[in-house]
Protein backbone atom coordinates (compact mmCIF):
# COMPACT_ATOMS: atom_id res chain seq x y z
CA UNK A 1 0.00 0.00 0.00
CA UNK A 2 1.19 3.66 -0.94
CA UNK A 3 2.79 5.51 2.17
CA UNK A 4 2.17 8.99 0.92
CA UNK A 5 0.48 11.41 -1.43
CA UNK A 6 2.57 11.67 -4.86
CA UNK A 7 3.28 15.34 -6.09
CA UNK A 8 4.32 15.69 -10.10
CA UNK A 9 5.21 18.59 -11.66
CA UNK A 10 2.98 18.91 -14.77
CA UNK A 11 4.38 19.95 -18.30
CA UNK A 12 3.52 23.92 -18.20
CA UNK A 13 4.82 24.27 -14.27
CA UNK A 14 1.62 22.46 -13.17
CA UNK A 15 1.17 20.62 -9.64
CA UNK A 16 -0.39 17.33 -9.27
CA UNK A 17 -0.66 16.24 -6.10
CA UNK A 18 -2.28 12.54 -6.05
CA UNK A 19 -3.34 11.95 -2.15
CA UNK A 20 -2.37 8.49 -0.90
CA UNK A 21 -5.30 6.64 -0.87
CA UNK A 22 -5.38 7.49 -4.86
CA UNK A 23 -2.53 6.08 -5.92
CA UNK A 24 -3.52 2.44 -6.40
CA UNK A 25 -6.28 3.71 -8.79
CA UNK A 26 -4.24 6.01 -11.17
CA UNK A 27 -2.02 3.19 -11.24
CA UNK A 28 -4.26 0.62 -12.13
CA UNK A 29 -5.51 3.35 -14.35
CA UNK A 30 -2.46 3.82 -15.73
CA UNK A 31 -1.73 0.31 -16.77
CA UNK A 32 -5.27 0.43 -18.56
CA UNK A 33 -3.87 2.84 -20.53
CA UNK A 34 -0.89 1.06 -21.07
CA UNK A 35 -0.96 1.21 -25.01
CA UNK A 36 -0.80 4.73 -24.52
CA UNK A 37 2.89 6.71 -24.83
CA UNK A 38 4.67 6.80 -20.85
CA UNK A 39 1.91 4.95 -19.25
CA UNK A 40 3.63 2.39 -17.77
CA UNK A 41 6.36 4.83 -16.70
CA UNK A 42 4.66 6.89 -14.94
CA UNK A 43 2.67 4.72 -13.09
CA UNK A 44 6.62 3.00 -12.19
CA UNK A 45 7.10 6.54 -11.32
CA UNK A 46 4.26 7.45 -9.39
CA UNK A 47 4.12 3.89 -7.36
CA UNK A 48 8.21 4.88 -6.67
CA UNK A 49 7.13 7.91 -5.35
CA UNK A 50 4.88 6.99 -3.18
CA UNK A 51 7.38 4.94 -1.14
CA UNK A 52 10.31 6.76 -1.24
CA UNK A 53 9.58 10.55 -2.30
CA UNK A 54 12.27 12.52 -4.31
CA UNK A 55 13.10 15.20 -1.43
CA UNK A 56 15.63 17.12 -3.62
CA UNK A 57 14.47 16.44 -7.19
CA UNK A 58 10.79 18.13 -8.21
CA UNK A 59 9.81 15.39 -10.79
CA UNK A 60 8.85 17.37 -14.03
CA UNK A 61 6.90 15.62 -16.59
CA UNK A 62 6.85 15.78 -20.37
CA UNK A 63 3.65 16.72 -22.32
CA UNK A 64 2.76 13.38 -23.43
CA UNK A 65 3.47 12.14 -19.57
CA UNK A 66 1.48 14.86 -18.50
CA UNK A 67 -1.56 13.90 -21.07
CA UNK A 68 -1.52 10.38 -19.73
CA UNK A 69 -1.46 11.33 -15.80
CA UNK A 70 -4.30 13.68 -16.54
CA UNK A 71 -6.21 11.02 -18.17
CA UNK A 72 -5.78 8.12 -15.66
CA UNK A 73 -6.51 10.89 -12.32
CA UNK A 74 -9.41 11.64 -14.22
CA UNK A 75 -10.94 8.61 -14.95
CA UNK A 76 -12.75 6.21 -12.11
CA UNK A 77 -12.28 3.10 -9.94
CA UNK A 78 -12.52 -0.12 -12.68
CA UNK A 79 -15.66 -1.82 -12.51
Known sequence: ????????????????????????????NLF???????????AAVVLAESSHPSLYFPLELTASQSAVIRKAAAMPEAA
Request: aromatic share 2%.
Open 32 to 42: RLGAEPDAVVV
Open 1 to 28: MPKSEVRLTLYGGETLTIPGQDVPRVCE
